[in-house]
């Protein structure tokens, strides 16, 4: 059964496609997370094959159209949304800053409460609690996790564009996310 951290270690995947070898300890350091529960993650991940071994060696990448699929209609059922109330925090969701989703609904500018949040905006509690610090450090990740908050917390249309954002970005990870 996967836990709210493993979403954050199998979008860091999805985010360096093309990063090589990666040490538990230098991905726990990236996300906020201990190397065990980056080690821990990593084998429920393979278990669901939501993560793959590379054939010719230890590198392990993500499997694009099992987690195009479980990002898209398994996520928002598993880890649904937690709002709260008006708070100051990071953008997410429409009102992140690298995430390039032009929609018009101002209700959809959720924020992740943050001690270095300067947006007020309605709470919504992030997939995993180092995730917001995490998104500080990695605009790609950042995107990711914005992307995949549409997906839980959207009305249909959000939810749909969002999902044709993911899979262009799935299907070549140089695209930037708009």
């Known amino acids: ?46 278990a669901s094959r939501l993560l793959l071994r590379s054939p010719s060696g230890p590198e392990l990448h993500a499997s694009v159209k099992s987690a195009g699929e479980y990002l898209e209609h398994g ?4 880890f649904p949304a937690e709002p709260g109330p008006q708070t100051r925090g990071i953008p997410t969701g429409t009102g992140c800053p690298v995430l390039n989703i032009n929609l018009a609904a101002s209700d959809l500018d959720w924020v992740w409460p943050h001690p270095e ?10 997939i995993y609690r180092s995730a917001p610090d995490a998104a500080l450090k990695d605009e790609r990740l950042y995107a990711l996790l914005a992307l ?5 917390i959207g009305r249909a249309r959000e ?16 695209e930037p996310l708009s």
């Open 148 to 152: 995949v908050d549409l997906l839980r």
């Open 75 to 78: 996520l928002p059922y598993v």
């Open 117 to 126: 949040g300067k947006v007020r905006g309605p709470a919504l509690a992030p």
């Open 159 to 174: 939810r749909q564009q969002a999902g044709a954002v993911l899979r262009v970005f799935l299907n070549d990870p140089d």
């Open 1 to 46: 059964m996967l836990k709210p951290q493993d979403n954050l270690v199998l979008l860091w995947h999805l985010a360096h496609p093309k990063d090589g070898p990666r040490t538990f300890a230098a991905l726990a350091e990236a996300l906020g997370l201990s190397v065990g529960e980056v080690h821990n993650a990593t084998g429920r991940l393979l």
